[in-house]
């Protein structure tokens, strides 16, 4: 018996399967499984821990490309958007800085290469130095085509490092290019020089990085950055930090704002506005976007969510600090999400800032 296709029949299966593929759907009709896209993902390059370990600050042990692709795979996750980790690149010399923002950037080009579709890259800049800033800017997005630009909470000269904020008027030519471009900024915390080993034993992650995203948060809203420049979108890691339990504090009174459904609602007659928020607090941190790494509870998803509309939450994976899949199992045992807004939280709501990825 001849166990062979007739070339009609091949052609028939082949167009079939590009049907299917087309449609989003397999043979036996299933809808298929939307991807995972994972905007708050840690690649370090050697050159930067070694940096980091020849200026004395940190002996980071780096985890690879591949390492990191292996546990997205447990994870289920598609894609991971990469950034560097803290605390950063500058240590005074801003030729060293601006040195190693480029092999940062281009160390993740290349993984994005090596490893098509797993990576993408949030280009870091080598603040304090504006105008190489800029140039990177140009560098990472045109040449690198980069998912959006990566900035820490907190910048400045050595010694005071950390003590400036993103949202200070000296970073102006840097948010006039990229509301210019309609980019994304996604911050992550570090230390800041106020405040480190306040309490004994307590680590940075542990309070302070919390504290010092709100206090950027704080710094973008009351300079006026946030609505001078209403074409840059910004991502907050760790959903915002202390700035859900804090809202009060930024808006005003709390009863003036619940609406039907229990969400908060901008523009009542309470809210704290100032020529800075010719639109009111709220209006600004509603239009942000907050990721869901290391908050993966529901006490902390609860008060983001009712703060601002479900399709500002975006998915997030502190790796290599936290376990990939044990994330992902935290956010549905949270309660938080429908299993269908697990999944739009993970792919649409990204999409809908990084559309390339559609």
Same mark, same amino acid.
């Given at each position: ?135 990177? $800017? !140009? #560098? /990472?997005? @045109? &040449?690198?085509? *980069?998912?959006?630009?990566? %900035? =820490? ?53 542990? $309070? !302070? #990085? /919390?504290? @010092? &995203?709100?206090? *950027?948060?704080?710094?973008? %809203? =009351? ?56 639109? /009111? ?78």
């Amino acid at each position: 018996m001849q166990n062979s296709f007739s070339r009609r029949q091949l052609l028939a299966g082949v167009a079939a399967l590009g049907a299917g593929a087309l449609a989003g759907t397999s043979l036996l009709g299933q809808a298929k499984k939307k991807r995972v896209i994972n905007v708050h993902h840690h690649l370090t390059s050697p050159a930067y821990v070694q940096f980091l370990k020849d200026n004395k600050v940190r002996d980071f042990p780096n985890k690879s490309a591949a390492q990191g692709i292996e546990e997205m795979d447990k994870a289920g996750i598609d894609t991971a958007v990469c950034s560097i980790i803290g605390p950063g690149i500058h240590f005074g010399n801003l030729a060293d800085t601006r040195r190693m923002a480029r092999a940062c950037n281009d160390y993740a080009a290349k993984l994005r290469s090596d490893y098509p579709g797993r990576f993408g890259i949030f280009t870091v800049l080598p603040l304090p130095d504006i105008d190489g800033s800029l140039k990177e $800017i !140009e #560098y /990472g997005l @045109d &040449t690198l085509k *980069a998912d959006g630009i990566y %900035l =820490f909470t907190n910048w400045g000269e050595m010694p005071l490092y950390g003590d400036n904020y993103i949202g200070d008027p000296a970073l102006a030519p840097i948010y006039q290019e990229l509301n210019r471009r309609k980019a994304v900024i996604y911050t992550h915390p570090k230390d800041a020089a106020c405040c480190r080993e306040i309490v004994p034993g307590v680590n940075g992650p542990t $309070i !302070e #990085y /919390g504290t @010092d &995203t709100t206090r *950027a948060i704080a710094s973008v %809203l =009351f300079s006026g950055t946030a609505s001078k420049y209403p074409d840059v979108k910004f991502i907050w890691s760790h959903a915002g930090g202390t700035m859900p339990f804090l809202i009060s504090r930024f808006v005003g009174g709390t009863a003036a704002y619940l609406e039907e459904g229990g969400k908060l609602k901008p523009g009542a007659p309470a809210e704290r506005k100032r020529p800075a928020l010719p639109n /009111g607090p709220l209006y600004e941190l509603q239009r942000m976007y907050w990721d869901t790494a290391n908050a993966a509870n529901p006490i902390s998803l609860g008060a983001l969510r009712r703060m601002l509309p479900f399709q500002q939450i975006l998915f997030g994976s502190d790796f290599p600090f936290s376990n990939m899949a044990e994330d992902r199992k935290l956010l549905t045992e949270s309660g938080t999400f429908t299993p269908q807004e697990l999944e739009q939280l993970a792919y649409d709501n990204v999409v809908r800032i990084l559309p390339k990825y559609a």
